[in-house]
């Protein structure tokens, strides 16, 4: 009998079930003060700047925290997936830390005008863009895998029960004390995150490669992301919600102080309503998944947060616009959690934190350029107009589910598989020898050669995500069943490289085109190519062969 009641209990604390891991629960913990800390300065910065400056000034302070990270989260993801993501994310923290204190010197100075606020709030939002990627990558090293969707949302959750009491606790600060005091409170509030992360004994299993230079890790990431059907899907998606859902976040301040005629104390409200409804959204998460594809929450949620920004835009009652603002946030943070899963569930180990940033940097880059144009539109129709017309394109927005379709299973075979069977290599190279050109061929009845095509584009998609280049398929003239597939590497260790990148999917897929190979195993032909030989030839005749000279193993530095 107590069997069966834990059974039934435990649907109900599954989203609550990655905090009995103390090293989640602590750092998720920190995370919280630091969000407090994050949406004071928010507060502050915003009212601060209508005193300061114009309308279209004030929607800028949101573009200012919102754009580094779509400019600092793709080279951030790459370092994070370079390196040791707990020092990488400590790195982010300290660097905002330094960028609050000497803003909140500056404040006290009497030095923060507007431009310098905008400043600061950017550099602040840089360290956190440097500190994201590497914090959500390291989320299911900390959890199992079957409670990542439940440690995704209670990420989420975090950050909006601090939005809950964070905007409040900003307003009450600002007035009180000013708001040199809020940009005080940031910078402290930083530190406990900090001594959780240094206080991670995290295990590092140093790659058998070297790292990447960062300039190719970035272009990794991003090839993966568009050769991934459902990567590419979620950053479309991603940019689209967030162009046309911008307009609430930025014009809240205008909102608070032009339609309600309220004051910094009432701009808390309005966010903190917001965030109460965003943590209950977040902890809806995980039964919406059970119960409903990603793709049909996320366009009942999306219409749900257009209805909602057209009741703020129409409304000029606190209650309502609360009311509305809660229901908004609710359907706000189920649409980002499911599209931060989708992502998480559907990529490798090795490109988590890229492909994290790529989603990052596509939804924080729409709501960077949707303030910007939202403040614009609020300029020269009013604030009314702005909510209104971005309620239609919220509402109109569920039709790119039809062009562009979530997928509707996200969780994928994406663990790495090791290879044993290292390349028999006789020729003297070194990891920087190349281009490697590699061959196959594959013998294929004629009637089969339509769907062995097929077969070839989808693992055309692996090869070119996994790194390779020039990727093609050709077939003979004169023997109509072989087909020969070739492909590029810049040098031989970006062909080392991957071949760790292999995951079950992958292999799945290689398999599928395999079904239509007459070649038997031992009679399969690979061909690997130093494409432009210069320096394994003789300079001269006279020039000695080197005897014995090494080869590079599959795992060789």
């Known amino acids: 009998m107590a069997e069966t009641s834990q059974a ?6 599954k989203a609550l079930e990655p905090l009995r891991d103390a090293t989640f629960r602590n750092i998720w913990t920190a995370s919280l003060l630091s969000n407090f800390g994050q949406l004071v300065l928010g507060v502050a910065a915003a009212w601060e700047m209508t005193r300061l400056a114009s309308a279209g000034m004030v929607a800028l302070v949101q573009t200012a925290l919102m754009l580094p990270l779509m400019l600092v989260a793709v080279p951030a993801g790459a370092i994070a997936d370079m390196f040791d993501r707990r020092k990488i994310a400590m790195t982010g923290l300290a660097f905002s830390t330094l960028a609050a204190t000497t803003l909140t010197l500056l404040s006290t100075a009497g030095l923060a005008g507007p431009r310098v606020l905008l400043a600061f709030c950017f550099l602040i939002g840089g360290g956190v863009a440097l500190y994201s990627p590497a ?33 409040a606790l900003g307003g009450m600060i600002v007035l009180a004390l000013g708001a040199k005091a809020a940009f005080a409170t940031n910078a402290l509030l930083y530190l406990p995150l900090l001594g959780a992360f240094f206080l991670w004994r995290r295990r590092h299993t140093p790659p058998r490669l070297p790292p990447e230079r960062l300039p190719r890790a970035i272009v990794s990431g991003l090839r993966y992301a568009i050769h991934a059907p459902a990567v590419r899907t979620v950053m479309l998606r991603a940019v689209a919600f967030g162009l046309m859902g911008a307009a609430t976040a930025a014009l809240t301040p205008l909102v608070a102080r032009d339609v309600l005629h309220g004051n910094a104390a009432t701009y808390g409200l309005l966010l ?14 995980s039964d919406l998944r059970d119960r409903l594809s990603p793709e049909i929450s996320v366009r009942i949620a999306t219409i749900a947060v257009g209805l909602m920004v057209l009741t703020i835009g129409l ?16 359907a706000n943070m189920i649409t980002i959690s499911m599209l931060n899963v989708a992502i998480q569930l559907s990529v490798p180990r090795w490109v988590t934190a890229r492909s994290l940033a790529w989603y990052q940097s596509s939804l924080t880059g729409g709501l960077a350029v949707g303030s910007w144009f939202w403040g614009q539109v609020t300029t020269d129709h009013g604030i009314a107009t ?10 109109l927005l569920p039709l790119l589910g ?7 299973a996200m969780d994928a075979d994406v663990g790495l598989v ?3 069977n290292e390349p028999d290599i006789r020729l003297a190279i070194t990891h920087r020898s190349g281009p490697i050109v590699v061959e196959i061929d594959y013998r294929v009845e004629p009637a089969e050669a339509r769907n062995f095509y097929d077969a070839m ?3 055309q998609g692996v090869r070119l995500r996994n790194g390779a280049f020039d990727w093609s398929i050709a077939r003979d003239l004169g023997d109509v069943a072989l087909w020969t597939e070739r492909f590029h590497f810049p040098t031989w260790q970006d062909y080392l490289r991957q071949r760790t990148r292999f995951t079950q999917a992958d292999l799945a897929v290689q398999a599928a085109a395999d079904t239509y190979n007459g070649l038997a195993a031992g009679e399969r032909i690979l061909r690997r190519r130093l494409e432009r030989p210069l320096g394994s030839v003789r300079w001269r005749a006279e020039t000695p062969d080197p005897q014995g000279a090494p080869t590079l193993g599959i795992y060789a530095p």
């Open 402 to 408: 039809l062009l562009l379709p979530l997928p509707a």
């Open 8 to 13: 039934q209990g435990k649907p109900r604390w």
């Open 457 to 459: 584009l989808a693992l």
């Open 135 to 167: 914090w959500q990558a390291s989320i299911s090293e900390q959890v199992p895998p079957a409670q990542l969707p439940a440690a995704v949302s209670l990420g989420s959750v975090s950050y909006n029960i601090a939005r809950s009491f964070g905007p």
């Open 386 to 395: 702005a909510l209104i017309a971005s309620a239609v394109g919220l509402l």
């Open 315 to 330: 409304s000029h009652h606190l209650l309502l616009t609360m009311a509305a603002m809660a229901v908004a946030g609710a």
């Open 418 to 420: 090791e290879l044993t």
């Open 272 to 285: 903190g309503a917001t965030g109460v409804g965003a943590v209950i959204g977040a902890l809806l998460v």
